[in-house]
């Protein structure tokens, strides 16, 4: 089976985004020269898996980002919503997280990136999260949405690492213990 992968930048008072799904406040903090892995961690993946919320903030960014496979858990869109220019790198799916995994043990992935509050939350559920990787941005915005924001049950963590760096963000990795 293969294992869900988080990377994820949070404002320090919790959100990952603002209400309407925009990260501009993401661009606000100056880390220009500082390598956060996220480069190394694309590399590492086999496929990308986001909810229609972040898949829309993504198109808004103008160019496509991801040069792997990416996978939209919705069920309220097609495969005609995706703009014919990255038409070939995503699929629109509808499938529960173990399903979805299952599903990707056919096609060979084994490392998954999960992207996206509500996935995120729904991979956590399904204990289908091995590690992740939670940047922490040294910014207050007040309201938005939350990564674990509707967690109905504990999930132990191992603290694998931390990193501070210059520009005040700072990087925790953590394994998912097992339950």
């Not at 903030?57 to 309220?76: C, D, H, I, N, Q």
């Not at 990787?133 to 963590?157: M, Q, Y």
Request: net charge negative; charged share 25%.
């Amino acid at each position: 089976m293969p294992t869900g992968h988080i990377m994820m930048a949070t404002s320090l008072d919790g959100f990952v985004a603002r209400p309407d799904h925009t990260l501009d406040w993401l661009d606000k903090q100056p880390s220009e020269g500082e390598d956060h892995g996220f480069d190394a961690f694309q590399d590492s993946v086999d496929v990308i898996v986001m909810g229609s919320g972040s898949f829309r903030t993504v198109l808004g960014f103008g160019e496509w980002p991801y040069a792997k496979p990416v996978v939209v858990l919705s069920r309220s869109m097609t495969q005609n919503d995706v703009p014919d220019s990255i038409r070939g790198k995503v699929e629109i799916m509808a499938h529960e997280p173990a399903e979805l995994m299952a599903n990707f043990t056919e096609r060979g992935f084994e490392r998954v990136y999960v992207d996206g509050g509500a996935v995120i939350q729904s991979f956590m559920k399904a204990k289908l999260i091995a590690d992740m990787k939670i940047t922490i941005v040294p910014i207050l915005i007040g309201a938005g949405i939350r990564i674990f924001d509707n967690a109905d049950c504990d999930t132990d963590l191992e603290m694998v690492s931390s990193e501070q760096f210059p520009s005040g963000l700072v990087d925790l990795v953590y394994k998912v213990k097992a339950a």
